[in-house]
T-cell receptor, first 111, second 114 residues
Framework: KQEVTQIPAALSVPEGENLVLNCSFT??????LQWFRQDPGKGLTSLLL?????REQTSGRLNASLDKSSGRSTLYIAASQPGDSATYLC??????????FGTGTRLQVFP | EAQVTQNPRYLITVTGKKLTVTCSQN?????MSWYRQDPGLGLRQIYY???????DKGDVPEGYKVSRKEKRNFPLILESPSPNQTSLYFC?????????????FGPGTRLLVL
């Protein structure tokens, strides 16, 4: 069964810290892996997409890595800010026309 | 502005009263899908559509119907809603379903079935 797991479920850090969110998946035959951000009352916003042939993607203070062989991805957030507070979701796209989501990591960055 | 819209955003209804949640995208996307989000379970796919008149079941299709008569619209129909369909629903779209394609999500519809 194709499953996606995110650890930790919740994280609270002081402003300025660098942090890492983890995502693991059971089936390594993926098309791509995406990281989304979800704010309360709003939809999901795509942050980064890593194709199966890539190792990492960067956007501003965000860096996502992909290791297919171990079934893991990490989202690195540098110099965290209160505005980064949100739920971060990892989703894996398979060739079965499915996008499988993890349950998310709820991040709070306090001043 | 490129976007996915959903209506209504909030809905309270009673068991058995048919309802439709609309989804529309203005990006000429071929692929559209519906998800429900429940605490502890994450987002689960209900139905998806690869193109007009092509729809298929996701992981949790029971109690739902969809149609894709036009490229831009993908309504979700609950013929006889039950309390276990109380959830947060998201519509999403992408140009197609492929290795480079990012999914664009609507703002969500929060449904309460009494």
């Amino acid at each position: 069964k194709q499953e996606v797991t995110q650890i930790p479920a919740a994280l609270s850090v002081p402003e300025g810290e660098n942090l890492v969110l983890n995502c693991s998946f059971t089936d390594s035959a993926i098309y791509n892996l995406q990281w989304f951000r979800q704010d309360p009352g709003k939809g999901l916003t795509s942050l980064l997409l890593i194709q199966s042939s890539q190792r990492e993607q960067t956007s501003g203070r965000l860096n996502a890595s992909l290791d297919k062989s171990s079934g893991r991805s990490t989202l690195y957030i540098a110099a965290s800010q209160p505005g980064d507070s949100a739920t971060y979701l990892c989703a894996v796209m398979y060739n079965t026309d499915k996008l499988i989501f993890g349950t998310g990591t709820r991040l709070q960055v306090f001043p | 502005e490129a976007q996915v819209t959903q209506n209504p955003r909030y809905l309270i209804t009673v068991t058995g009263k048919k309802l439709t949640v609309t989804c529309s995208q203005n990006m000429n996307h071929e692929y559209m899908s519906w998800y429900r989000q429940d605490p502890g379970l994450g987002l689960r796919q209900i139905y998806y559509s690869m193109n007009v008149e092509v729809t298929d079941k996701g992981d949790v299709p029971e109690g739902y119907k969809v149609s894709r008569k036009e490229k831009r619209n993908f309504p979700l129909i609950l013929e006889s809603p039950s309390p276990n369909q109380t959830s947060l629903y998201f519509c999403a779209s992408s140009f197609n379903f492929g290795i480079r394609e990012t999914q664009y999500f609507g703002p969500g519809t929060r449904l309460l079935v009494l």
